[in-house]
């Protein structure tokens, strides 16, 4: 079935009813949670384990794994059925959560959350199926439940910092993965007492599912994305160059393995056929970068350039989560009147103001107020632009391949998070300060003039993308 088809049967004014968004963003949280939540309890692990050498691996481990293993999610999903996928996802993160609480070592700690990136990556991609599962078995259109995982997603994201810092104050580091596990019961409960239509839990034999697992391909898309995100990681210290050659080597038998398998676990000619998809996935890739760049770069510069304490950088930059959540909503309603060029073009656009914002603004003598607007300013690409592609990405995709698209989706947003850890390094020129967020600022304008240009002038947006989509796909 093409994807002009799919959209076609959901193409009403009805939306996916909220028991059924809402049951699948329960899961769907946890990621957003936990990755917030954890940078406020990097000291008290710290403290905890003696030492601060290898802290930042936690984080790291959690990352790497969730992007490794979200496609792997969403293409078991289809193969086992997406809520029972979802309901295993739900099972590890409870384990990884008592495994780390009471763990003995900082080492055990890392497998933990290995452990719970690999659970955590089950949700999104299956949340998605499961959507797209009800919206085509019922005649649904499918937008306002991306809306609803997105909002929920962006305001976890928004509140986990200030929860987790509660949680770490009052009960120590342990409850930031005791919270888990309600959340969980919560989840699995809410999602097995609502129908998720046929796609989305589907009954499969496993012996003949496993059969069919394309062993290699795997195994040569792990090494090739650990390695690269290994390799970014390292940015932050010493960089381990041999690592390039593992993922080169790696990514081009992936490639050549992928185009002659016979069920392969990634279509890599299927995606080179859909480009709207894969200008999808490297828009959204770009986008995240700068996103990063100002999540991760400006609460440092807060801290060591103009002296705030990390709850006071954290609520300066409370308005980019703020006016996400508002401009996820707002960029949904332009997608549904005007289409994702539209959508994307008034986010890219901000994203351009903001960068510009940031390379010009006096910050070190500008009054608070001032950095507040500039922070609400930068939340609005991170909403309309989030929801713009996501959308884009559902209807470019059928419902057998949007899980392991978003779960691609996943991937290449961390991709992102790493790479700007690796542009904050370098436009820092050796320490935080005025000079370094001005160089960030530029690279911002620059990167959002270059999306901008393929916004305006892409082919694979507007009225011709489900005909499009439906030809490379047939």
Not at 16 to 29: C, H, M, Q
Not at 134 to 141: I, L, M, V, W
Not at 280 to 291: K, N, Q, V
Not at 408 to 424: D, E, I
Request: aromatic share 8%; with cysteine; glycine share 10%.
């Amino acid at each position: 079935m093409t994807a002009g088809a799919e959209t076609g049967t959901a193409n009403t004014s009805r939306p996916v009813p909220l028991r059924i968004s809402g049951a699948t963003a329960t899961g769907s949280v946890l990621q957003p949670l936990n990755s917030s939540m954890i940078t406020v309890a990097i000291v008290a692990i710290g403290a905890n384990f003696g030492s601060a050498t290898g802290i930042s691996w936690i984080i790291s481990a959690m990352y790497i794994t969730t992007a490794v293993c979200s496609p792997m999610a969403g293409r078991l999903g289809v193969m086992f059925g997406a809520r029972r996928v979802f309901v295993i996802g739900l099972l590890l993160v409870c384990v990884a959560s008592l495994l780390g609480t009471f763990a003995p070592s900082l080492a055990w700690l890392i497998a933990a959350y290995v452990l719970l990136g690999i659970g955590m990556s089950a949700h999104l991609p299956n949340a998605m199926t499961m959507v797209r599962g009800y919206a085509e078995r019922y005649g649904c259109q499918p937008r306002t439940a991306i809306t609803t995982l997105v909002v929920c997603s962006q305001s976890v994201a928004a509140l986990g910092p200030t929860l987790g810092g509660l949680l770490v104050g009052t009960f120590g580091w342990q409850s930031i993965l005791w919270i888990n596990i309600p959340v969980a019961a919560i989840s699995a409960i809410a999602i097995l007492r609502v129908d998720v239509g046929f796609a989305g839990d589907r009954p499969a034999s496993v012996c003949a599912a496993v059969r069919t697992i394309d062993i290699l391909g795997i195994a040569l898309f792990v090494v090739t994305i650990t390695s690269l995100m290994l390799f970014l990681v390292s940015l932050r210290a010493t960089p381990l160059w041999w690592i390039i050659p593992v993922f080169a080597l790696a990514g081009g038998l992936f490639i050549y393995w992928e185009r002659r398998a016979a069920d392969p676990f990634l279509d890599v000619a299927a995606l080179q056929q859909n480009r709207a998809l894969t200008a999808t996935l490297g828009r959204t890739m770009l986008t995240y970068l700068c996103f990063y760049c100002v999540y991760f770069g400006i609460p440092q510069w807060l801290q060591y350039v103009r002296g705030m304490s990390a709850i006071e950088a954290g609520l300066t930059m409370l308005p980019v989560a703020g006016v996400g959540i508002v401009a996820t909503m707002f960029g949904s309603r332009i997608y549904r009147r005007y289409g994702a060029r539209t959508t994307l073009f008034v986010g890219t656009f901000a994203l351009l103001i903001g960068g510009v914002l940031v390379a010009t603004v006096e910050r070190s003598t500008a009054p608070i107020v001032v950095l507040l607007i500039v922070a609400a300013v930068l939340g609005i690409p991170n909403g309309v632009n989030n929801i713009g592609n996501q959308n884009l990405l559902n209807e470019v995709t059928t419902v057998d391949e949007v899980g392991t698209a978003i779960g691609m989706y996943r991937t290449v947003s961390f991709v992102g998070a790493n790479l700007a850890v690796a542009v904050l390094t370098l436009t820092a020129g050796g320490a935080v300060g005025d000079a370094g967020l001005r160089r960030t600022g530029v690279f911002i304008i620059v990167v959002a003039a270059l999306l901008l240009a393929g916004v305006v002038f892409s082919r694979n947006m507007g009225p011709r993308v489900e005909r499009d989509t439906a030809r490379s796909l047939s």
